[in-house]
């Protein structure tokens, strides 16, 4: 097949640090071609994913976020170079509204958050004509009246991640410094158990530097430390090294990469049993899923009865790129077969098992 892929303009692919659609994107990318397919990459100028780039592109505009004036002409020099291709697949929002593209070649979109109002008015839209792919099931269910194609776990290149044996003796937080992503909680929690904690994540925009200021920063200390925003070979090294990743999240978080990047380390998640959390984590064996402050700082102790094997075992079955990008080829396959998805929510393209990538 060949296959248009496009990605947003906020970082490149893959991305440096902070950029989990990204990253699924190169994962992605690079799956396809590996399994014999011809992949062309709509993505910022500074990209080094190995495949087709589209050019000419800007660099990435990690300064202009969420700006339309900066991801309106991208999606249309995007969609202008994709005439050759047999399916589009889209990671943006404002892509699928987009009503000049290629006619006659089809569009598959992920939704890489929430279904939230006004998000879903916009997916209620697009779903007429647009395969939609959910992450998780939890996500899916939070989306009435979008046409859901499949549901399509995250995944990533197990067998390159190192694993690592949790000497550090301290729990990690892995996260941008957000309220919904638990930092004071997670300080917290591990100072009532008494566990060194490493804190790691972004602190780039207004909203996250205030409330690292207010809210985080007072609260650090010689148990409690930040350690900034790492990049993908020392955010392994801090995972493997940990006794737990430490996630006390406070939303419905859809799908939380974070969490099975900890498993293929064969790293335990501590973590509340919200969002898609108990989706992931199988509790008691791959980690522990706590309600409040005392169950996550009980859960830091229990967790060292857990066998590390069994979490790079599963993340192993579950979560590798191979299986996600299987899935992909799949639904693409009955896309352009003319599948399609049926009115209601969660509707699905009938799955076709869990193959090998053809």
């Known amino acids: 097949m060949r296959i248009g892929l496009i990605s947003t303009p906020w970082l490149p692919v893959p991305p440096l640090a902070y950029g989990g659609s990204e990253a699924i994107v190169d994962r992605l990318a690079r799956g396809l071609t590996k399994a014999g397919h011809d992949v062309l990459l709509a993505a910022p100028g500074d990209s080094t994913c190995p495949v087709r780039l589209i050019a000419p592109i800007p660099a990435a505009a990690t300064d202009r976020m969420g700006e339309s004036l900066v991801e309106l002409p991208f999606l249309v020099r995007a969609y202008a170079a994709m005439s050759g291709v047999d399916l589009i697949h889209d990671h943006t929002l404002a892509g699928p509204l987009y009503r000049c593209r290629p006619p006659d070649i089809p ?7 929430r279904f939230a109002d006004g998000i879903i008015d916009i997916y ?14 939890l996500q899916a269910s939070s989306a009435p009246g979008v046409r859901i194609a499949r549901v399509i776990h995250h995944g990533l290149d ?3 991640v190192p694993i690592g044996d949790g000497d550090g003796g301290y729990a990690l937080f892995l996260g941008r410094m957000s309220p919904d992503k638990g930092p004071v909680e997670a300080i917290k929690a591990a100072r009532r158990a008494g566990v060194p904690l490493l804190l790691a994540g972004k602190i780039r925009e207004r909203l996250e530097r205030r409330y690292f200021a207010e809210r985080v920063e007072p609260l650090l200390g010689p148990d ?3 350690v900034g925003e ?20 406070q939303w419905n978080e859809p799908f939380g990469l974070v969490m099975i990047e900890a498993l293929a380390c064969g790293t335990p998640v501590v973590a509340t049993a919200r969002g898609s959390a108990p989706e992931l984590i199988e509790d008691g064996i791959t980690g522990l899923l706590r309600d409040d402050e005392a169950g996550l700082a009980s859960a830091l102790h229990e967790c060292a009865q857990l066998d590390r094997k069994d979490c790079r075992r599963v993340a192993e079955a579950r979560f590798s790129t191979g299986r996600m990008v299987a899935e992909h080829v799949e639904l693409y396959h009955d896309v352009l077969r003319g599948a399609r998805s049926v009115s209601g929510a969660p509707a699905r393209i009938p799955a076709t098992g869990h193959g090998g990538v053809h």
Request: hydrophobic residues 45%.
């Open 158 to 160: 197990v067998d390159e």
């Open 124 to 137: 209620q839209a697009v779903s007429r004509d647009v395969q939609v792919v959910a992450i998780s099931e």
């Open 230 to 249: 790492v990049d993908v070979r020392e955010r392994y090294r801090l995972l493997g090294a940990a006794r737990a990743l430490l996630n006390p999240i």
């Open 224 to 226: 409690a430390r930040y």
């Open 107 to 113: 569009v598959v979109t992920t939704n890489h958050g």
